[in-house]
């Protein structure tokens, strides 16, 4: 197994892209962290990554402060003595248009998508260092590369994201800890419940492919840039958008 006695940090892995994503890395072999906001779905998340013979643990944390974030880190050193790959999924959207667009949709987006983003690498690169290996992945959005209308926050927040994969990738190249942002086009979770009808079709329009994408399709890219597999690739953004973005 590519991953067998690894131990994974899945932040916002309590249901969606993340909870696959979680899924995926355990059939891969390795051990996972499940984190969220979410209590009752996450604690249900790591019981299914139990009946899949992996240890897991769930540990209730808002990425966007950073001493949750550090106790994250802390608590899966304690559990598991180290740490080997980081994905930061955890997200949130508050859209509006920007003359409607209130200071705290715009700081509450910018709070969890890119401050936290920066809290939980903050926090695993301490072990990442002292290791001297890992793997950070962080989801980004095809919305931080075109812009969105109604979504200035969160393609601000995702854009952020793409800078931030670029320019940690390059302070621990030398270390060799692995830094890439994979970018999602639109995919079935919750998260896209929300968009009306009428939107989604003009959405489809866009997609080459001509189809929503599934959260299997962004956990496969995440397995790729966590395994052995990937091992001369880092600061790279990896699309997963059916070809919206080219
Ligand atoms: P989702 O279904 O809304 O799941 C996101 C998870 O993150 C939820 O369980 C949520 O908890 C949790 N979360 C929210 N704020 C948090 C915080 N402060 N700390 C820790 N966990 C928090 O979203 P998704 O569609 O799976 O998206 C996952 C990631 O992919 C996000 O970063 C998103 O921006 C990105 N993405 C998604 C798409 C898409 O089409 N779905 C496209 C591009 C990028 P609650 O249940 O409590 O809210």
Redesign the pocket.
């Known amino acids: 197994m590519e991953l067998a006695d690894q131990v994974a940090v899945v ?9 696959t994503i979680a899924m995926i890395l355990a059939e891969a072999g390795a051990n996972i962290v499940i ?4 209590v009752e ?2 604690k249900e998340t790591v019981e299914v990554i139990k009946a899949m013979g992996r240890e897991a643990i769930w540990v209730e ?4 402060k950073s001493d949750q974030a550090n106790l994250l880190i802390e608590t899966t050193q304690e559990k598991f003595g180290r740490l080997d790959i980081l994905v ?6 508050r859209d509006n248009l920007l003359m409607r667009m209130s200071e705290d949709e715009w700081d509450s987006v910018i ?3 890119l401050k ?1 983003t920066y809290n939980c690498i903050r926090a695993a690169t301490k072990i990442f260092m002292k290791q001297r290996t890992g793997r950070i992945i962080n ?5 931080g590369q075109m812009g969105n209308a109604g979504q200035a926050n ?1 393609a601000s927040s ?1 854009a952020g994201v793409i800078g931030l994969t670029k320019s940690v990738a390059k302070e621990l190249a030398a270390r060799d800890i692995l830094v890439n942002a994979v ?10 419940e929300k968009i009306p009808e009428k939107a989604r079709e003009a959405l489809l329009q866009l997609i080459p492919l001509a189809k ?2 599934q ?1 299997e399709d ?1 956990a496969k890219v995440v397995l790729f840039l966590s395994s052995s597999r990937s091992s001369y690739i880092t600061g790279q953004v990896i699309n997963v958008d059916g070809g919206m973005v080219m």
Request: proline letters at 4%; glycine letters at 16%; a neutral charge.
């Open positions: 932040t916002g892995s309590a249901r969606g892209i993340g909870k984190s969220d906001l979410n779905a996450g944390a808002d990425v966007s930061n999924n955890a997200g949130i959207t709070a969890v998508n936290g989801i980004a959005s095809v919305v969160y995702k970018a999602p086009g639109f995919i079935e979770t919750a998260m896209t929503l994408g959260p962004v």
